[in-house]
């Protein structure tokens, strides 16, 4: 099974400031298509999780530009350029390549 | 608007079975994948099962293989998890979710409440 591993767990963000978290995968991620079948999403507190990002880097319809995904092979990184207080959450990277599908182990984002 | 509404959660002794179902709504149902996941209280998802449109392919994770069956009626929009052996790490939050159109390694773009599966003697 592919392992996926979070970091940091945690983080705690001013509002207006950027945000970055980190999932690693124990191999790479690529298909023979060349998309690299990496998704993140949201639970916010109380809520069902949302998909936020989806082949690595292409957001989700309604998910706002301030999300992006980036990465390759098996180091993928979530980023929130301005940080705003409905971000707060459990951010979940999963691998969509093979099953069984794999979360991470959550990071928990916080406003200072 | 997509719906996802699961059933058939409850309390069950150790060993019992139970049948979750899910109720879906607003998009053809056939066109997707559609998953399993669980979420025990207080930790993270762990993605069980998924089921390819027209009922194949199918994956388990391996905690729930031999144990679990998922299965789908494109005539009723549904998909059910008939779970048997359950044990008391089977407590979890357990969501449908319906997988993006057209993936054959599919992500999860809309998910259900969830239904509470409660294992205890």
């Known amino acids: 099974d592919i392992v996926m591993t979070q970091s940091p767990l945690s983080l705690a963000v001013t509002p207006g400031e950027p945000a970055s978290i980190s999932c690693r995968s124990s191999?790479?991620?690529?298909?023979?298509?060349?998309?690299?079948?990496l998704d993140w999403y949201l639970q916010k507190p109380g809520q069902t999780p949302q998909l936020l990002i989806y082949?690595?880097?292409r957001r989700a319809s309604g998910v706002p530009d301030r999300f992006s995904g980036s990465g390759s092979g098996t180091d993928f990184t979530l980023k929130i350029s301005i940080v705003e207080a409905e971000d707060v959450g459990v951010y979940y990277c999963?691998?969509?390549?093979?099953?069984?599908?794999?979360f991470g182990q959550g990071t928990k984002l916080e406003i200072k | 608007q997509v719906q996802l509404v699961e059933s058939g959660g409850g309390l069950v002794k150790p060993g019992g079975s139970l049948r979750l179902s899910c109720a879906a709504s607003?998009?053809?149902?056939?066109?997707?994948?559609m998953a399993w996941i669980r979420q025990a209280s207080g930790k993270g998802l762990e993605w069980l099962s998924h089921?390819?449109?027209?009922?194949?392919?199918?994956y388990y994770v391996d905690s729930v293989k031999g144990r679990f069956t998922i299965s789908r009626d494109n005539a009723q929009n549904s998909v059910f998890l008939q779970m048997t052996g359950l044990r008391a790490e089977d407590t979890a939050v357990y969501y449908c979710?319906?997988?993006?159109?057209?993936?054959?390694?599919?992500?999860?773009?809309?998910w259900g409440q969830g239904t509470l599966v409660s294992v205890s003697s």
């Open positions: 607003g998009f053809t149902f056939s066109d997707h994948y």
């Open positions: 999963m691998q969509a390549l093979q099953p069984p599908q794999t």
């Open positions: 191999q790479s991620l690529l298909y023979s298509n060349g998309y690299y079948y």
């Open positions: 979710a319906r997988g993006r159109k057209g993936a054959a390694l599919p992500s999860w773009d809309s």
């Open positions: 089921i390819g449109s027209r009922g194949s392919p199918i």
């Open positions: 082949l690595g880097s």
